[in-house]
């Protein structure tokens, strides 16, 4: 193989595994590693292989280059999906990552749920409420059937504003708690 | 809140802990490298190499410098050269400058504490040379 070839074998494996980044970043990074590598060859005389081998596998580069990506934005994302992957990734890395990983399952399912019942209360109104019997929760959500007397329903519709009030604030702490917690891991991060 | 380990499970082994220990320390030596002004990728190694022995496989440092850059602690410009292509310059920003100063700081007030802790394992071994 003659010395362009690979390069450019290289630079092309580089870019492949460069996948999730767009387009942009990976055209800059290929441009910056290629004159890296023609730097190195016209300054030390060093074979191309020597030069290669000191940068390290073209895979074992673009895994360096996206880890942490991920977190990066998800940080700034509002977006669960986004923010459950990136809490996932967290859960590797730790207990705190693990614990934190399910409180955000928890607070999505919670919040999400409380928004569901709201949305169904006009659909299902005998159905979904809080239900007591003498004082005491019996229970709450959309239920099929719904419990039956002497529990009884005590908020009717006035269910619908403090669900919806009571779930979105979930959701809403829910995914300022994610964020939060993965700025402080970025930051643990750049300081290892 | 520990998000992370300190150190990954196989930290014990010396090797391995001199590893993460020169890891921790690129970054600001990355950072201190621009001190005087703009550098590319090749001049920063270069420079790292001459001026500390923190020798790296040379593919470490660009992915910090990319990450630093989107931290807003760098920025970049491609600068057309001689060789005939185009290199990519990097320099400190302000945010860059003030986060170089109080790593400097840290780290000084560290090494020594760390210094005097260590000097009697020193003088030990220094006698039973």
Redesign the interface.
Known sequence: MTTEMQIDSYLTALRLHLGPLTIAERD??V??????I???A??SGASIETILA???PAE??AK??R??LLI?QASRSLSPLVLLRATLR?AT??L??IV?FFLAIFGYFMGGGLVLTGLLKPIFPANTGVWFNGGQLVSSGTLFPAPAPPAHEILGMGYIPIALTLGSLTLLLTTFLIRR?LR??QQ????? | MAIQRALPAEGDQPDRWEAQLRKGAVEMAALASLWQGRLYGLEIIRFLESQSQLALAEGTIYPILNRLKAEGMLTSEWVEAEAGHPRKYYSLTDAGRQRLRQMAEAWTSFSRGLSRLLEPVVQQQEKTQ
């Open positions: 800059e990074i441009c910056e590693i290629s004159a890296h023609r730097d190195s016209e300054e000191r940068l390290g074992e580069l360096q280059y880890e942490g990066r967290l890395k730790g705190s990552g934190v917690s402080i891991s643990l991060q750049s300081k290892l």
